[in-house]
């Protein structure tokens, strides 16, 4: 008989503990989620020359180094030389990499393997001849990559069912005004804070999230899915540019959850002067005051976007 109120009661206290989510997101594993660099493009180790003479050749070497959480499984790269003044192996002035299909190019960091993930391209380039009355000439080769990557933001939130402290009970958390998420997500495109609001329906409460994003990035964000369109100077639709979409907000181990009793609108934000605002709000009727004290929560929400990362290296052609 002892035995089975022990397991009675276990189970009241865990019926309990439904809607507290205390157990979510280990902190060790949340904090690989953290910085505001993604892949950044690199050539500063390979000794590019300032100068060459006209009929030589030299290598264009370029570091793609994932400083992210986040896997790379879709990018492109394009660059492109001074046409008329250099010119690729195959005679070409443009060099394309399409690494679509070819499975993870840049491996993201885990909690176990914190190291950055790189790549290295090394491209043989041949200089012209330049014309007679030339003594040099100054060529660019600009380089863009673009590639598809991801966002997951953790915040503690507290689901304030007495926001206005009417009850006699002390809570176990207070409703906060603003939460700073300051240190990024791993990306360049981050949510910078999250502004939690209780809303109360008669006796339920219906919390509502403010959620800001910012490109803290030198690059250009893009919408998921435009990396070939970018990358290979096709004709753009509108919202290729500044775009990003939501994939996942939920708190309470998905006991409240996007598409389920979560809802967000834009789905797919433009962010106007690198920022801009999504708003989630809980289904009305979820929550019942009376029935629910407040407790802490792991908000945690989930995006995607594509970025572009473009440097620009100035060579001297002299004649000789």
Known sequence: MKKCLCILACLLFISSCTLTGTTEEPKLERDIYKGTQGVILDNSKYNLPQEVYEGEQFTYALRLENKGPYEVNTARLLISLDKGFMEFNDGSHLYEDNFAGTGTILDGKTIYYTADDFLVKELLVHV?????????????????????????????????????NLKPEDKSCTSQSSISLSEGQGGPVVISRIEPRMLI???????????????????????????????????????????????????????FKLGQNINCIPSELVLRNEEDMISCTVSSNEINRDQVSPFMAVLKVEYEYGYTESSSDQIRIKDV
């Open 128 to 164: 012209k001849e330049l014309d007679a009355l030339s003594e040099y000439h100054d060529s660019t080769i600009q380089t863009l990559f673009c590639y598809d990557y991801n966002g997951i933001a953790f915040a503690d939130v507290c689901i304030d069912t007495d926001p206005h």
């Open 201 to 255: 329906n008669n006796q339920f409460l219906t919390p509502q999230f403010k959620i800001y994003f910012q490109n803290h990035g030198q690059g250009t964000v893009i919408s998921p899915g435009k990396v070939a369109d970018v990358c290979n100077n096709n004709a753009l639709e509108k919202g290729t540019y500044n775009t990003l979409s939501l994939k996942n907000v939920e708190f309470s181990n998905g006991r």
